[in-house]
């Protein structure tokens, strides 16, 4: 007789492999409720992007996490249209493809910088020595913070998202990192208010709405929604990607050969790693799937990690496969609430991944001290070893 059905998303046996729960949900369970922990959670591809897209059913409104406890700041991702739609109008023009690719020097020169940094030791943690320190520089920048100041924003960002095992409350550390987070948005809001800079703060303090400018609270809301998004889950993506490359050596010999496979291995391992795994929404009305009805108000989970793997959609889904043809995956979410910054995502790892490919290619990782990172809904690495042949610094030094 099968164990019970339990799917706890803080639980750390789920970071390490969530994927055989998933399953059963998909089959057993395609609408699962954990009464003790008072959700719901919708898993099947199909039912998770009528989820993202359905917002009149499914709203943002009650909150997008399970977490319990800490600081709150208001933010457009809790919102549904039209409300949501005019505050995002604002910033997706910041992230709009020539933005993006122009930002492309600037993400390899501080890609370069990192390696060059590493490149002559022949081993190191590369998410400690390269994949946490990429992202969080490069949104960093793009707010508007100082450079001594981006190692604080991403330790900060770092300790907000980590849970203890099996509980969604919210640590006294997080809290405390939320709160760092608040007055630092806050005082810069202030400075670029009394000076403008070249930079998403400054953007966001001269925008109109509706014919009026936002108030601190609007914009202390997408920054650190920005942040947030920024910094971890595009370095869970770039860890995740070695990783995995690293485990299918022939797919990453292929990619050596030939860099412009680069972009198919970033979205297969989107797909099959996500680094959001899901994303909480509440039932607007009764709601009713899969013969069960979800009452008005309950939290329901779209659960990314699950869709993303479910054979209706992929085939053979639990193979790591870079010539898959199916790309269309759930990671970045959909409709109203895709992600904004994707594309930066996807330039950030492409560039990381042609660098680390052309100076590192050798890379071994021990698999004996690669660890994973403890959160709710974020999924990768937490620590990622590699032995590598040494090379010469790019810059010569």
């Known amino acids: 007789m099968a164990d019970p059905l339990v799917f706890n998303p803080f639980a750390y046996e789920m970071h390490e492999n969530p994927y055989p729960t998933y399953a059963r949900m998909r089959e057993e369970a395609p609408c699962y409720h954990n009464e003790e922990m008072g959700f719901w959670a919708l898993s099947r591809f199909d039912d998770v992007l009528d989820g993202y897209r359905n917002w009149e059913d499914f709203t943002s409104t009650k909150g997008v996490s399970l977490e319990t406890g800490g600081s709150s700041v208001p933010s457009m991702i809790e919102m549904d249209p039209p409300d949501q739609t005019a505050l995002r109008k604002l910033v997706v023009r910041e992230f709009n493809p020539r933005r ?3 930002l492309e020097p600037r993400v390899r020169a501080l890609t370069t910088r990192f390696l060059d940094e590493l490149v002559e030791e022949g081993e190191c943690d590369l998410i400690a020595r390269f994949a946490a320190l990429l992202p969080s520089d490069v949104i960093s920048t793009l707010l508007g913070a100082p450079p001594e100041d981006h190692n604080s924003l991403r330790i900060w960002t770092e300790t907000i998202m980590h849970r203890e ?23 810069l809001i ?46 869970k993506l770039i860890a995740n990607t070695v990783h995995q490359l690293s485990r299918h050596p022939a797919q990453r010999a292929s990619i050596v050969a030939d860099p ?14 996500s680094p959001t795994q899901y994303m909480a929404r ?17 939290r329901v989970l779209l659960s990314i990690g699950a869709a993303n793997h ?24 959909f409709g109203p609430h895709f992600c904004l910054g994707a594309r ?6 492409r560039v990381a991944l042609e660098e680390i490919h052309a100076r590192l290619p050798d890379y071994e990782v021990d698999e004996g001290g690669v660890g994973v990172v403890h ?22 030094g």
Do not use: M
Request: proline share 5%; hydrophobic share 40%.
């Open 190 to 235: 202030k400075a670029r208010r009394k000076s403008a800079g070249d930079d998403l703060a400054t953007s966001l303090v001269e925008a109109e709405l509706d014919g009026r400018r936002l108030d601190d609270r609007e914009i202390l809301g997408f920054l650190f929604l920005l942040i947030a998004g920024g910094n971890e889950t595009t370095e």
């Open 282 to 298: 509440a039932a607007a009305r009764d709601v009713v799937r899969h013969g069960r009805t979800i009452p008005e108000g309950d």
């Open 310 to 333: 479910d054979p209706r959609r992929f085939d053979a889904p639990d193979r790591f496969d870079i010539d898959r043809q199916a790309t269309q995956h759930l990671a970045f979410g």
């Open 260 to 273: 412009s496979r680069i972009p198919a291995a970033v979205e297969e391992s989107l797909r099959f790693r």
């Open 165 to 187: 095992d099996g509980s969604s409350t919210i640590s006294p550390a997080a809290t405390e990192a939320s709160k760092n987070l608040v007055l630092y948005f806050s005082d």
């Open 344 to 349: 930066l995502a996807r330039l950030e790892a």
């Open 100 to 102: 993006v690719n122009a």
């Open 375 to 396: 959160s709710g809904n974020v999924a990768g690495l937490a620590t990622l070893p590699i032995h590598f042949t040494p090379t010469a610094r790019a810059d010569g």
